[in-house]
């Protein structure tokens, strides 16, 4: 349906400019604007020069674009009200007092919050309750953050977007659970309790005992780590917080340890020494997650922990291997990693490379050594790479372990848990940091004359993600849980197979659909699974290893696992034939990955494995949302665990969000200086503060400074308060089928734009309905007037388009049809349209009712998104006569199509978007002709009686929405009235507009001629420009056409000036 919004004549929302400080805030109090008249002085101006830029986009047809779409806008601060009446935690927010002159985001989200939890409206057992429950369930689990995070823009997104779902479900009747819970974060939780204890107290985590040491980190979470949580109820996440859940807590205590016996029993788990990912820094072996894949363009120096100096990575160093037996003869080999020789056991090359078929079987010198090692070949050699000859280190490498695996050789460990070079390397070497040696063994291989050069090399560069240090893989003995069986299983669950039979739930449903090529080419490849870690705080392996008297072992450990230590006990008596009392055991020091307990949370959390009622009520989980970058690390696990545990699937879908990134599409880093903390964007920032969050960061001193200087480019004057609902829109405003989402503070900034428009509406409606309005019940309502019949029609559009989005969870088809309901339709049209009619005297019932509709319902529609605004503007509605609705927007019944569908009229939308085209005509004369004032009248003529009876319809609102005088119609075939100003509607209609009068021909010709003038130059330098290929060649040609077209416009203009002055050589008053 075609469609013009009014919207896009009007102003701009904001004219902006820099300041260099954020505003104050004041409470609310019906005080004059600071500074006085200077301010209004100045405000008067902004809005002048917004119009003239408004004019000349009019002119052109397309706003010409600068240089940067962001440095064109800076922003004004705006006047901070404080909602400071005296409300005690949980009691309802006084709304009796008038609303405040604008949106201000910290008085609109004081006080719903702690009311809404103490109401318990986000509790299912509240919701079963409500009128509209429609017996169904919706639950969700959030991805639980680390306790000692702080939020971030991916946090926001989640909620934003899980919160919108979660509200939505709510509103329409369903039971909804959305369990709440922060993870224990074991490697971050540590480090952080571990610097505090050295700063505190010059204490290291060794000098207490383990108990001690723990008891620190619990004093520490009680103290530090709601703060998550805290952050959570800003963003107005309806969690349900008498469910909150910590995966430490002693319900996911029994859930993991049971989960560990399950799958010990069932053959899932077992210890092995294979090659783990290991921080030297930590001392612990950590997961793929937590190793940052860091691309190095060649050499790079870096500092790292523990090492005295930087280190160069990037480099390619060539290291001879003397042939045995021929002096001169030798093979080079090329590596990044010197100080990784000592445990070399081979030398590899490609069996088909011709350049060493001639030493096939012959043995090299170790160039440090002068050990003999076999020359072998293996077709996973890269002929191509390097020299075509490599070295095999299968200690320390996953590649080589696994060549060195099928040439049977043993591997040798030359780097130890701390990073220093174990006793294998010699005296010389023992002991020292790994990237000392290095150097060391360099100079050694220049020494003997093995060296044999040094290049610039592109590399990718493992670094822990917790350390900073560089991930060495070391061989360590683990437990590891096969994942191969379960993957194949979680890689089969969009197909009907048996495995699916099985499965209650059936098949997974994965949106967006593009995940599903990497989630089973991940489960097709998948390894096993390391999930010990060698630290304190975390769940406990619960295994034990059995002592046995000297002289009577096996040569192998025996290991055991019980849910307690006395069923461990029972366990090796068994085993072993002894006793349980004569036993030794010694339960395994480490703890389980923290996604080993986060995997299990789906359950756990709802009491697994215990049969509760809300397992039995709210599992499997309806939906699952989280980030895609968690698709393989979480979200598979957690299918393959709680299928292997609870038989389901559980949940029966996953929608994943993209990653956020800046405007320009990078990845936002602290190193870039564009990180986006929510809390800044939803409070506002000074530049000063950002830039002393960045000193207070671990940035080294040229990574400071390069931050430090783009931070300052992309927010010169900080960030401006822009409040929650206006980032949740943002958010949810961007689609997850696509990209990456591209976020900028801009595009925030203009979504509270919108809520003050929002605001602005509803003060003018509540100051419309008056104290002794008495609301109908929609159903009851019947339009009187083709303008009331559109905007209800719009209306009943919007909640169709909304209930959409919602049953797709595409939620930026319903920011899509909020924005343009609120803005395009009611505030542009509807609320303009009906000023003149609510003037009347008597003033007719009707609008006041359609007014009230479309507030309640469009705050409704409003609600999932943006809660705190919704709240506070629906509770200053009147009550209808048997009282409010519900005691909170949050419950209200959401409006649905279905009950609107009797407003929707699409072909009386379609005659009115006929009127709208005729609006934008008549506002391109206005602007033409510079009629800033004057209301001039306005004859239309068309020679369709269709056409003719469509715009009698509309006469009133055609000349109110385009600021003329009375509109009338024309007969067919009438003479055209001289001295007005013609344009086409298309067709057979015609427009026409006074003049005579209005406008001076001589004083207005000159300015006609200079703005053509600058038209035509512009038109001529677009000409001339080198036509190129794509988008950039698009936007000319159509820059062009527009340009074109407005030349016309104006040479049509000055053609009917010129007649006007030589048939009216005394012109009237003009206004110019």
Same mark, same amino acid.
């Given at each position: ?172 009747? /369903? ?414 020091? /480490? ?482």
């Amino acid at each position: 349906m075609p469609h013009f919004p009014l919207g896009s004549f009007r102003p701009p929302l904001l004219g902006l400019r820099p300041s260099g400080s954020l505003p104050r805030s004041r409470p609310l109090s019906t005080q004059p604007e600071p500074h006085g008249s200077s301010v209004s002085r100045r405000n008067r101006e902004a809005k002048q020069k917004r119009l003239r830029e408004k004019q000349a986009v009019l002119e052109t047809g397309v706003a010409g674009k600068s240089e940067s779409a962001e440095s064109s806008k800076a922003w004004s601060p705006k006047e901070i009200v404080l909602y400071e009446i005296p409300t005690d935690p949980g009691e309802k927010k006084d709304t009796s007092r008038p609303l405040p002159p604008a949106y201000s985001p910290r008085y609109v989200e004081a006080a719903w919050y702690p009311w809404w939890v103490r109401q318990g409206f986000f509790k299912p057992e509240y919701q079963a309750r409500l009128p509209q429950a429609t017996g169904e369930t919706f639950s969700m689990c959030i991805p639980p953050p680390n306790v000692t995070g702080s939020l971030h823009i991916g946090h926001a997104l989640t909620v934003a977007i899980q919160d919108t779902l979660v509200r939505w479900h709510r509103m329409r009747g /369903d039971r909804v659970l959305w369990v709440p819970g922060s993870d224990h974060a074991g490697i971050a939780t540590q480090a952080v309790v571990e610097k505090q204890l050295w700063r505190e107290r010059g204490l290291r985590r060794h000098e207490l005992s383990r108990e001690d040491f723990l008891r620190e980190v619990w004093q520490w979470k009680e103290a530090k780590g709601g703060e998550i949580c805290e952050q959570l109820r800003a963003l107005g996440a309806s969690l349900d917080w008498d469910r909150e859940r910590f995966t430490m807590d002693a319900g996911s205590s029994v859930a993991v340890t049971e989960a560990f016996v399950r799958l010990y029993e069932a053959g899932l788990l077992y210890r092995s020494r294979q090659l783990v990912n290991w921080s030297c820094a930590l001392r612990s072996a950590i997961s793929d997650i937590e190793v940052e894949s860091r691309p190095l363009p060649g050499r790079t120096e870096l500092r790292l922990p523990g090492c005295p100096t930087p280190v160069a990575f990037g480099l390619l160093i060539s290291v001879a291997f003397p042939v045995d037996g021929e002096p001169d003869a030798e093979v080079v080999v090329a590596t990044t990693r010197p100080e990784t020789l000592p445990g070399d056991v081979a030398v590899a090359v490609h069996p088909d490379d011709s350049r060493y078929t001639h030493l096939h079987g012959r043995r090299l010198r170790h160039p440090l050594t002068g050990q003999l090692l076999p020359l072998i070949t293996d077709s996973a050699v890269q002929p191509h790479v390097g020299t075509g000859a490599v070295k095999v280190t299968p200690a320390h490498s996953p590649a080589d372990a696994e060549m060195g695996a099928r040439h049977g050789f043993s591997p040798l460990d030359v780097i130890a848990e701390d990073g220093t070079m174990t006793s294998l390397c010699g005296d010389w070497l023992q002991g020292l940091h790994r990237f000392v040696a290095r150097e060391k063994i360099v100079s050694a291989l220049r020494e003997r004359g093995l060296f044999r050069g040094l290049q610039s090399h592109p590399m990718v560069l493992p670094i822990c993600s917790r350390s900073g240090d560089v991930v060495e893989h070391l061989l360590k003995s683990q437990w590891f849980v096969r994942c191969r069986e379960m993957g194949a299983r979680a890689a089969e669950v969009w197909a009907r197979r048996p495995f699916l039979q099985a499965v209650a739930s059936g098949a997974l449903e994965l949106s967006p659909p593009f995940h599903q090529k990497n989630w089973q080419h991940w489960f097709a490849h998948i390894g096993d699974w390391c999930v010990s870690r060698q630290l304190w705080w975390g769940h406990r392996i619960p295994a034990y290893l059995v002592r046995e008297e000297a002289g009577k072992g096996h040569g192998e450990d025996c290991w055991v696992v019980g849910r307690s230590e006395a069923e461990a006990r029972e366990v090796a008596a068994r085993l072993t034939g002894r006793p349980g009392a004569e036993l030794a055991l010694e339960r395994d020091p /480490d703890v389980l990955d923290t996604w080993f307990s986060s995997a299990l949370f789906p359950f756990s959390a709802l009491g697994w494995p215990q049969e509760t009622p809300d397992l039995a009520r709210f599992y499997p989980l309806s939906l699952l949302e989280t980030g895609s970058d968690l698709l393989l690390f979480w979200v598979g696990r957690m299918v393959m665990l709680g299928t292997q545990l609870t038989g389901q699937l559980p949940f029966s879908k996953v929608l994943l969000h993209p990653m956020v990134r800046d405007r320009q599409g990078r990845k936002m880093s602290k190193s870039l200086g564009n990180v986006l903390d929510p809390r800044d964007v939803i409070c506002g920032v000074q530049l000063r503060v950002l830039q002393e969050k960045l000193r207070d960061g671990n940035l080294d001193p040229a990574e400071l400074a390069t931050a430090a200087a783009a931070q300052k480019k992309e927010f010169p004057h900080g960030i401006p308060e822009c409040g929650t609902d206006a980032l949740r829109f943002a958010l949810c405003s961007h689609g997850v089928l696509g990209g990456d989402l591209r976020l900028s503070v801009s595009e925030v900034l203009s979504c509270r734009h919108f809520c003050n428009k929002i605001w602005n509406a509803l003060r003018f409606i509540l100051s419309a309905l008056g104290e002794e309005f008495v609301p109908r019940p929609a159903e009851e309502l019947s339009p009187c007037s083709p303008m009331d019949a559109w905007i209800l029609s719009r209306l009943a559009l919007a909640a169709r388009e909304c209930e959409r989005g919602f049953l797709s969870r595409e939620l930026s088809l319903v920011t899509h049809a909020l924005h343009h309901f609120w803005l395009h339709s009611l505030c542009d049209v509807y609320l303009e349209a009906v000023k003149p009619v609510l003037a009347r005297s008597p003033r007719p019932p009707e609008p006041a009712q359609v007014l009230f509709s479309c507030a309640d319902l469009g705050l409704r529609l409003l609600a999932p998104l943006m809660p705190f605004l919704a709240e506070e503007l629906w509770q200053r509605l009147p009550p209808g006569p048997g009282g409010p609705l519900a005691p909170s927007v949050s419950v209200a019944p959401y409006p649905s199509a279905g009950s609107l569908e009797s407003w929707h009229q699409p072909e009386l939308e379609r005659r009115f978007s006929r009127v709208q085209e005729a609006v934008q005509v008549l506002r391109t004369l206005r602007a033409t002709y510079q009629l800033t004032r004057a209301r001039p009248r306005v004859l239309l003529q068309s020679s369709e009686p269709g056409e003719r009876d469509l715009f009698g319809a509309f006469l009133e609102p055609l000349g109110t929405l385009s600021h003329c005088g009375a509109v009338g119609l024309l007969p067919p075939g009438a003479a055209a009235p001289s001295h007005w100003a013609q344009a086409s509607l298309g067709g057979s209609t015609q427009v026409y507009m006074e003049l005579q009068g209005l406008v001076d021909p001589r004083a207005h010709l000159p300015l006609l001629a200079a703005r053509r003038h600058k038209l035509q130059k512009q038109l001529d330098g677009l000409i001339a420009r080198t036509p190129s290929d794509g988008e950039a060649e698009t936007q000319r040609q159509q820059r062009l056409s527009c340009l074109q077209l407005e030349l016309l416009k104006l040479d049509k203009a000055a053609s009917h000036l010129r007649q006007l002055m030589d048939e009216s050589p005394s012109p009237g008053s003009s206004e110019l």
